[in-house]
């Protein structure tokens, strides 16, 4: 099938690839002519696990190409999938500036038999603005679809090549069909092929992030709770999980969740509800805590050291607000390092991958190290946000050794705490406590 795909950003890049590589002819389009120049040449301008080498294979296959020209990409194509950005606006809700651009001067060079696919995650009733808008402009019917992403950063490529189910929200089953074959080589195990409504897909989307936002909030507070009561959070996740009505996925305590989807779109289906008159009671809740649970390593480095850090030098192990992205949209680690700086410190920080996006928010407020190891020199204390691989199984004795105070504020409960006693760190965690702690006796 011939695809033209609008917006290379994350989604648009990643969606665009997997289906040149299944086969199908893509054109993707972009406004922005370096990025565009830059795919030509092979450079890719985020990072993500897998993504460059499927860019190249497809591109010299001929499969794959990338232009600036929106009407001849349009008018080539019978799918037209759209992937802008919908960046949240003040209110949180989602702003769709560029998709309404996009729709407006796409119309006119759409063919006959267009499929016009919503890939943006976009407010409910999107679809149907698009449906009428094209009505209006060229005075007929064209084919709307919504066809949400449930991709995740670091992982993108795997979760577009084996998804777990593919939602489309259509008006016609015929449309459902297409689309059904554009997906088959995706779903080869099985997986289902979910067709509904336009609304419905919208929701979908909303509502999964929502849920999965909800877990990590939830877990949060009970680890806060575990914490305070001389429990052990990993010990009541095991507890939990192995009931099945509840499981073990996204249940991982730590420093909030950030990154592009959750905290937006928490905050835009609580608009999108507020907009219709309802009270997002469990929403609001959800990301009150989040914004809460972000200060947790600031929080325990402020009572540890009674609010003073002037000339202490903090390693910063982690930015990216989650392993294998050089993503610090909403990342824990942007709270932790503003205060880290507001009380005099002196962040030394270490990430595989985010430091230069970090570098362009900082500057040299920051000492940025190459490696892990390095962060630590001379170092009063280690905070850890992020859970990247090589920060699991450390060199204890030479962390010991670099650092001038052995106290970890370990963000992500990487390590054991009695294990880190022995090894002889003061060891902060998150919903654990040291030694079999002794819980506060019932008043009688
Ligand atoms: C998410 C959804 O998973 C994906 O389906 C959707 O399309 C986009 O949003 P992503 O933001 O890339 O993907 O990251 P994800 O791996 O889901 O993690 C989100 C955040 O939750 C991270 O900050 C992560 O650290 C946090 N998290 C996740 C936890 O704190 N605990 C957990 O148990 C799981």
């Not at 949209?329 to 430091?355: C, F, I, K, M, N």
């Amino acid at each position: 099938m011939k695809i033209a795909m609008i917006g290379t950003g994350y989604v648009g890049l990643v969606t665009g690839t997997c289906f040149a590589d299944s086969g199908n002819d893509v054109i993707c389009v972009d406004i922005d002519e370096a990025k565009i120049q830059g795919l030509r040449e092979g450079k890719i301008p985020i990072y993500e696990p897998g993504l460059s080498d499927l860019v190249l294979r497809s591109s010299e296959e001929g499969l794959l190409t990338f232009t600036t020209d929106l009407a001849a990409a349009v008018q080539a194509c019978r799918i037209v999938y759209l992937a802008v950005g919908t960046p949240p606006a003040a209110d949180g809700s989602a702003d769709l500036t560029a998709l309404k651009t996009v729709v407006d001067s796409m119309a006119p060079h759409l063919t006959d038999d267009a499929i016009v696919v919503t890939k943006s995650t976009v407010p409910v009733g999107t679809n149907e603005y698009i449906f009428r808008r094209l009505k209006e402009l060229l005075g007929r019917e064209v084919d709307v679809a919504s066809n949400p992403e449930f991709l995740k950063e670091g992982a993108a490529i795997e979760d577009f090549m084996k998804p777990d189910r593919v939602v489309v929200g259509v008006r016609r089953p015929e449309v459902g069909e297409v689309l059904h074959e554009l997906y088959r080589p995706f779903l080869r195990t099985d997986k289902p092929f979910l067709t509904m409504s336009p609304q419905s897909a919208e929701l979908t989307k909303y509502v999964a992030n929502a849920l999965l936002s909800t877990k990590i909030s939830f877990i949060n507070e009970m680890a806060n709770l575990c914490e305070k009561m001389g429990g052990d959070i990993n010990d009541v996740r095991r507890g939990i999980g192995h009931d099945q009505r509840i499981g073990f996925a996204f249940l991982f305590p730590g420093v909030g969740y950030g990154g592009s989807c959750f905290p937006k779109d928490v905050r835009a289906l609580a608009s999108m509800a507020r907009d219709h008159g309802l009270n997002p009671r469990i929403m609001d809740a959800v990301d009150e805590v989040n914004s809460e649970q972000k200060k947790v390593l600031k929080d325990k480095i402020d009572q540890h050291y009674g609010g003073n850090l002037t000339g202490k030098r903090i390693a910063v192990w982690g930015l990216a607000f989650k392993p294998r992205t050089d993503d610090i949209r909403e990342a824990p680690a942007l709270t932790l390092l503003d205060y880290l700086l507001e009380q005099g410190a002196t962040p030394q920080v270490h990430d595989p991958e985010a430091s230069e996006n970090i570098r362009a928010i900082y500057g040299d407020k920051l000492i940025y190290c190459e490696s892990a190891m390095d962060a630590l020199n001379g170092a009063d204390a280690l905070a850890i946000n992020t859970e990247w691989k090589n920060y699991h199984n450390p060199n204890f004795s030479e962390m010991r050794t670099r650092m001038n105070g052995h106290v970890i504020f370990d963000g992500r409960n990487l390590y054991e705490p009695d294990q880190m006693v022995e090894q002889g760190f003061t060891y902060h965690s998150i919903g654990r406590t040291v030694g079999a702690a002794e819980s506060e006796p019932l008043s009688a």
